[in-house]
């Protein structure tokens, strides 16, 4: 399950485009300047760039950039700065660089700002957990949940919905997520009390996931109908949200919902998080061979994947032979595999998939068959394979699986002539779907442009203002060739 | 008076004694669950089991597994089944380890559902005979009513010359089991 950490990471490469390398601590310092200025103009915007910066920032850390970051950013004397301190490793003093001295020296520095109090707390947890000091991690997150609470600015919900992300994360690595189960079912009423949507997006995410921890699908179901929901805030928890839902509902055998949730997902998920993307992948690969389809060769052949899908291809291939056999010793060879992924009980499932596309297959191929042949073809093994399938393909003939009748008297399965499908309504309904599927993508693409704000506002500039500004504009333009004509 | 005590579902308080009163109140809710088949009372099992439930699900640090969780577990996968209720079936499947999955009692509803699936039906009815435990006998009646059913229904979409054989196969096979499918096939 390291999906997570990939996704989180991706934002790195855009941002470290830095031409000089001035020190990071020089970097932590403009990232916190930039969310002061986030904050005090309240521009959420502003303090969502500087997490981004941080976490490309992430790699270089170290306890003396850390340390001395702190010491500057938080007022001396204060109870975050001797918390948080004490859990950055101790380390020499003569390790420090010169340029910390410095920055010490104007601390006078007012900031009591909360949102830099959090980042800080956010800033030592991510070093916490990428030192792999779990316990501290766990001690540091569980502080800054506390005294989250009692805050209440909605400057300070983007930070806190990273630090939920990373409380969780601490707990999940140290195999203790039942523990915060009830702690994050109460940040989530307060997140819902105060219209944060993003934490509650947060929340709602770390919640199902804790719960799948466990595959308490029952309870994830509910908790996920119940909770209110609203147009998605950021790309990535909508993301985990599909993923989640697809789970669940692949799990209650809904595998339409399933695929469609699990397959957005894939889509959605950026292109650098390759561990996700090749969990939704798995999953909606079950769930297309559970309803019946069989993905295209180019799902197992996308970059990266291809080893990761490998015990997947075979089953697929053995879904599509319809052969018990072969299907039989793929869920042997790659069982490891499957449990690990919590596939196993789905692979199960497929087992009545294989034998449906066994049985079309001879449908198709046969137009008159003995049932001792089917039953050998299928290579069922019971103790009366005729009998079992009789019935097998007697409900086969029920569900509209095959077209066909059987013959009791002399153990006959007798295929009808399949019709030309052109001559049916078919192509026009498959037609139908694919344009409504277009129309819906362009529609989404539409609504997903995000437009300057206030730029309304401008198109109700009054028709003479128009002329007059044109006018100055030309005038403008005529002075500029001028001037330009001049230095020739 | 299982309501006096603190250390059950959903308060879990530690007390002295909580050892002793929550497998008291397990072995009460066990015996209510098996009450409710001998009576076949269908709501009665639901509400008793989901009592039951988080004894088993939230209790396992402190009590001993009860030697009856697997029988009762069993007993209630099969009642989905029969009941047809797939989805919360698999989603119960879910919760189980894979070591559960091996024992008889779980195994046995697990390959029903399998052969209920497959379409199968001479296999759920045979699988009577093999039953586990003597409680399950009442839900496997059930299920071979259901099955019945099913299999008329089939009857009726195919063409009318299988009739009478088919009839007469599915026939021989309920007399033994049940005479409510002999009435709806006469």
Sequence with gaps: MTQDVEMKELPAPSNS????????LQHLKEIASLIETGAYAKEVRRIVRAVRLTIALRKKLKTSVLSAFLNYALPSGSEALAKLTSYLPKEDEHDMEVDTATSASHTPNKHSLPEIEIYCYLLVLIFLIDQKKFSEAKACSSTSIARLRSM???TVDVLASRLYFYYSYSYELTGDLVEIRANLLSLHR???????ELGQETLLNLLLRNYLHYNLYDQAEKLRSKAPRFEAHSNQQFCRYLFYLGKIRTIQLEYTDAKESLLQAARKAPVGALGFRVQCNKWAIIVRLLLGEIPERTVFMQKGMKTALRPYFELTNAVRIGD??????VAEKFASTFSSDRTHNLIVRLRHNVIRTGLRNISISYSRISLADVAQKLRLDSANPVADAE????KAIRDGAIDATLDHANGWMVSKETGDVYS????????NSRIAFCLNMHNEAVRALRFPPNSHKKEKESAEKRRERQQQEQELAKHIAEEDDDEF | MLTGFKSLPPLLEESPNAVHELSLARDIYEHAVVLSVKAEDQDAFERDFFQLKPYYTDTGNRLPPSPQEYPILGLNLLRLLVQNRIAEFHTELELLSASAMENPCIKHAVELEQSFMEGAYNRVLSARQTVPHETYVYFMDLLAKTVSVADLLSET???VDPWPCMSALCINML???CPYGLLSVT
Excluded: G
Aim: positive net charge; charged residues 20%.
């Design chain 2, 175 to 177: 007399k033994a089991h």
């Design chain 1, 190 to 196: 307060i997140a819902t009390l105060r219209h944060d």
């Design chain 1, 152 to 154: 209440n600015r909605r």
């Design chain 1, 424 to 431: 049916t309504n078919e192509p026009q309904f498959a037609f």
């Design chain 1, 391 to 394: 019935s097998i393909v007697s």
């Design chain 2, 157 to 159: 979409y195919q063409m």
């Design chain 1, 17 to 24: 485009v830095t031409s000089i390398v001035p020190s990071t």
């Design chain 1, 324 to 329: 018990l056999e072969l299907f039989r010793t």
